[in-house]
């Protein structure tokens, strides 16, 4: 490595031992979550930039941040750029930035890191994984945070602003951080659709979902274990073809979820056939 980004670096690891300022580039639900626990952690969130003025307005207000609708109204003087925003929406917005010498990360858990490079030479990545929304509240206690950058001095200030924030904390590559996120999608949001299928059908016949909630309940706790295959019960697992049979043919006037039914069903049998229950 050239002497001087050797030396540089030193410098940056010195002269900025510590994150204290923000900028949010975005105010959806993971950025609102988020510069709201960076504030109660006592950091300030300088700005809030947004397309959307009433999202901008509202998190600027709970942060006692300046809203902004401005690019060029960004200040030089945060210790810390956030682009909180969809992976669709980045591009564009690195093409319009640049923050000489200061350190920009992105959310994303499906973006590589150097998407961030034309910004800034010193870029990374700070990813919560977690599900965010407007209606719940969330606690940054036990969200693992995953970050990565592109510098080792900036690897060292991300990983303790995020360790202010939570107890779980890895350094994570792009890649595998992008194997992270596919495999948070099977265990959040294709779950969490698998619960909506279940009042949509409970729903049709009067019948309370609340009835299988402690169920959910457990299933979660469940997932504690290190070995999952062993938890799995139900009619797949056991292949009893009758009661297979019987939930098919309650679900014939539905092709779309009992075409979901009998793909799940399938990949637990052969699943279990490949690797044993145990």
């Not at 609708?69 to 929406?89: E, G, K, N, R």
């Not at 870029?123 to 510098?151: D, I, M």
């Not at 009758?242 to 052969?270: F, K």
Request: proline share 4%; glycine share 4%; net charge positive.
């Amino acid at each position: 490595m050239n002497i001087f980004f050797v030396l540089l670096e030193k410098f940056l690891l010195v002269s900025t031992r510590e994150i204290r300022s923000v900028v949010f580039l975005g105010a959806g639900n993971l950025a609102s979550h988020l510069a709201l626990a960076l504030v109660q952690q006592n950091l300030t969130v300088v700005q809030v930039y947004n397309r959307t003025a009433w999202k901008g307005n509202k998190l600027a207000a709970k942060t006692g941040a300046e809203y902004i609708s401005c690019l060029d109204h960004i200040t030089p003087d945060a210790d810390l750029y956030i682009f909180a925003l969809s992976d669709s929406v980045l591009p564009e917005m690195v093409s319009k930035i640049r923050f000489r010498g200061k350190l920009v990360v992105h959310t994303s858990g499906s973006l590589d890191m150097h998407i961030l490079e034309p910004v800034s030479s010193r870029y990374g990545v700070f990813y919560p994984l977690q599900t965010f929304s407007a209606r719940t509240k969330r606690s940054f206690h036990h969200v693992p945070v995953c970050v990565e950058s592109h510098l080792v001095s900036d690897q060292y200030l991300l990983d303790d602003l995020a360790r202010k924030l939570t107890d779980t904390v890895c350094i994570l590559n792009s890649e595998k951080r992008k194997w992270l996120h596919m495999a948070a999608v099977y265990a959040g949001n294709f779950s969490h659709f698998m619960y909506i299928i279940a009042a949509d059908l409970l729903r049709d016949k009067d019948i309370p979902f609340d009835l299988v909630k402690p169920l959910i309940g457990q299933v979660s706790k469940n997932a504690r274990y290190d070995r999952l295959f062993p938890y799995l019960t139900g009619p797949a697992i056991r292949e009893d073809m009758n009661i297979l049979d019987q939930h098919r043919a309650l679900l014939e006037h539905n092709p779309d979820y009992l075409e979901i039914y009998n793909l799940i069903s399938a990949n637990i049998i052969q699943y279990k056939n490949q690797h044993g229950k145990l």
